[in-house]
Every structure is written in C-alpha cells, then in structure tokens.
C-alpha cells in the first residue's frame, strides 16, 4: 500500500494520512512540515487562513477525516481492510483509467462528487490521490499494483477515475513544484513526464480538464496581495489587489512568482497534446460548469462512454464546492490583468489547444464595489 512520497522517504499511506488529519484537526502546521500527505504550496496557504481545513477530505480522505472527529482514539484500529469492508459484499481494485490533470479551484471537487455519484463511476477513497507522480521508473508492475490498491471500489464500478488537479503541471517544463517529483527527476517535467505516465496508464487513458478565469481563480487560492510583511500572521487581504500594487504574499501574486506562471495554463497543458491525441481529451471551462452543471456532467459521462444522470440535487448550489471565496476582484483589476499581453498570449494559446473559446472578459465573478 505504500507509495513513495516526493522527497524524503515517508510514504503517504493510509496511517500517515490519518496522522495528518489529526495534526490539521489540531491546527498542528509545524508538525505537518515536511508531510508526505500534505503538499508544501497546501500547508502555506493552511497557515495563512487561506485554506480551509475541512478542504483536508480532498488530500486525506472523507473517511479519513471524519473519523479523526472528536474522542481520542477516534481513529485508532483503522486499517486498509476495514475501508474495504465499509463497501457492500464485494471490493475490487481498479487502474484508474481516467484522469482530472487540472486545475483545482475550478469547481474540481463539486464535479469529482457528482462523478462519484455516477452508478458507473469511483474514485475510490478520495478525490485526490496525489501520487501518480511518485513512479520513478522502477518496477512499473509494483507501481500500477500500489496505486491501483488505492482504488478499492464496489465490484459494480466500471471506471475508476483520480482527481488530482497537480497533474497537469507536469506538461510545463518550467514548473517550480512538480520538478521536485520523482517522475520528473526521472523523466524531466514536459514530455518526458508525461510520457512516463502514458506508460503506466496506457495509451487510452482519458484525461478531463476545467479551467477558470484566472483571476477569481487566483483570488480562491489565496494568491492576493498582502499589504505588509507583518500581515502574513495576521492577514488582511487587500481585496482588490492582485500583483499590481507593492506587497505579496510569501512572494505569490497573478503577476510574479509560481501561480503567476500556472495561470498561463497552456503551459501545462501543452505537452499533454504532443503525447496523447486530442481525442483523448475533455477541456471544460469553470464558467460554463457553474453557470450549467447538468450540460457539462453530460458532457462528462458522454466522454467516458457511462449513461447520463441527473446532476445531484444538493450539489447544484456550488455543492461540495463549499468554499465560496467571499473576497472578490474589482472589475479594474480583471481588465488590467486580461489586457496584459503576455496574458493575452496565454489565452490564445490555450484556445487554440482546447479549441474553447474563454468567456474571460465577461465580469461575471468580480464586484465593482
Ligand atoms: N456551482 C458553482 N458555482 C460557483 N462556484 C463554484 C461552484 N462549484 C464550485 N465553485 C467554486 O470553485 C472553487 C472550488 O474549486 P475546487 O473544488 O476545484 O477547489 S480545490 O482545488 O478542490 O481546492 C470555489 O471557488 P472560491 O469560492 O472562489 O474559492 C467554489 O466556490
């Protein structure tokens, strides 16, 4: 069961990812540093109040998590085997076939839910698994057999599916996270990474993607400016300020630093399409999602070849998508940023890969307030 984690020799296994969610229940940052179950850029923003710990259930699983509740020992006697047996008569595991690459923030959760709701389709114990880029190389048959223990599902699903938005930062040579992993330290981010996972998924893998707007995307991660340095204890976000004015946070805003470059999202996404053909691929818009939910969950289950279903009733309000960023951008900003030419450019290429064409001038998350 245990899969190497990035870095260190820890393993992100199931009594490691119980540890973790104690020490979020416990608001316990320092002693998550370093945690194979929680990534660095996740533990940043928990420690600024920009992440919310319940979000744990995404990285660490629902189950995971609920059973750290209150009462010591809450977890204690959990083991692979008793998740397995939470399931009605028979458990199987299943390769996951399909993939969500990206990017988070975008209604991923909300829309990994209702798929999980789907007769046909699992993720298994969690929304996010968040390994598939610890294959190095090495005893591939050993890697599919780890990861696919990860998805012990009722014997009536038929496609197992990982919804761990990272992924597609892999595709972009240039990421300043996902080179720490060991798959690009094997195979170098781009091409080189994504191939190695072409290998262990298989040709015919399916990959789905959703990209937002990304300023409101920006501003859900926590990627706003700060006034001043003391600010990052005791934060105050500037509502309207997104990398224009002098401050930031831990060095992250829309216009400089490592969310800067992932909001040019061709830039991951580029590689993906040199390795796998386009028919492989379904890109959504976050816009469309939210405005539609039922039109895009088709979209969805028609790409995978399942039935269509009724988009789940309680998830139809932004649902498990719970988090609903009350700081919003300023119109002014969202022009400014949009008519950046390097943003601009970024655009266009990301229209020409996924042949959408983005609704990103529209104003439609943003306050003139
Ligand atoms: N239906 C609907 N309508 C409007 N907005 C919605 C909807 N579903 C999800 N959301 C918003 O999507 C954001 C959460 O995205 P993710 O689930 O991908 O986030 S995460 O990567 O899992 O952390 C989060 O955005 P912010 O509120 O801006 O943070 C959610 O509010």
Redesign the pocket.
């Known amino acids: 069961l245990h899969l190497e984690a990035a870095g260190g020799g820890l393993t992100c296994d199931l009594a490691a990812r119980e540890a973790a969610a104690s020490l979020v229940a416990g608001r316990d940052w320092a002693g998550l540093r370093g945690h194979p179950c929680v990534p660095a850029d996740t533990l940043l923003q928990l420690e600024a109040g920009v992440e919310d710990p319940a ?1 744990a259930v ?1 990285y660490l699983g629902e189950r995971v998590v609920a059973d750290v509740g209150p009462g010591p020992g809450a977890a204690a006697g959990l083991s692979f085997l008793s998740v397995g047996s939470q399931h009605a008569s028979c458990v199987k595991g299943l390769l996951p076939k399909v993939m969500y690459i990206g990017v ?7 829309l990994a839910d209702a798929m999980n709701q789907h007769p046909d389709l699992t993720y298994g114990q969690t929304k996010e698994h968040n390994c598939i880029w610890n294959y190095n190389g090495d005893n591939k048959a050993g890697f599919i057999e780890r990861y696919t223990a990860q998805f012990q599902v009722k014997c009536s699903k038929k496609i197992a599916f990982d919804s761990s ?1 990272r992924t597609m930062f892999l595709g972009d040579p240039a990421d300043e996270q996902t080179i720490t992993y060991p798959i690009a330290k094997k195979f170098g981010l781009g091409v080189g990474a994504v191939a190695a996972l072409k290998d262990v998924l298989g040709a015919d893998a399916k990959f789905i993607t959703m990209f937002r707007d990304p300023v ?1 995307w920006a ?2 991660n926590g990627v706003q400016d700060v006034l001043d340095a003391h600010d990052l204890t005791d934060i105050q976000i500037n509502r309207s300020n997104l990398g224009f004015g002098k401050g930031f946070l831990k060095g992250q805003t829309l216009t400089h630093g490592f969310f800067a470059k992932r909001a040019c999202y061709a830039n991951g996404l580029e590689a993906w399409l040199k390795v796998f053909p386009r028919e492989n691929f379904l890109f959504l818009t ?1 816009e469309d ?2 405005a539609d ?1 039922q039109a895009a969950y088709d979209q969805v289950t028609d790409f995978l070849g399942v039935s269509r279903a009724k988009y789940p009733e309680e998830l139809s ?3 498990s ?5 009350n700081r919003k951008h300023h119109d002014g900003i969202h022009e400014q940023y949009h008519a950046l030419p390097w943003v601009k450019g970024c655009r266009e290429r990301l229209e020409k890969l996924t042949g959408l064409k983005f609704k990103w001038d529209d104003h439609a998350e943003s306050t003139s307030a």
């Not at 988070?104 to 909300?110: A, I, L």
């Not at 998508?321 to 960023?325: I, L």
């Open positions: 979000d995404e988070g923030h975008s209604g991923s959760t909300t938005p409101p501003m859900s976050s999602f939210f939910p309000n932004g649902g998508g719970r988090r609903r960023n």
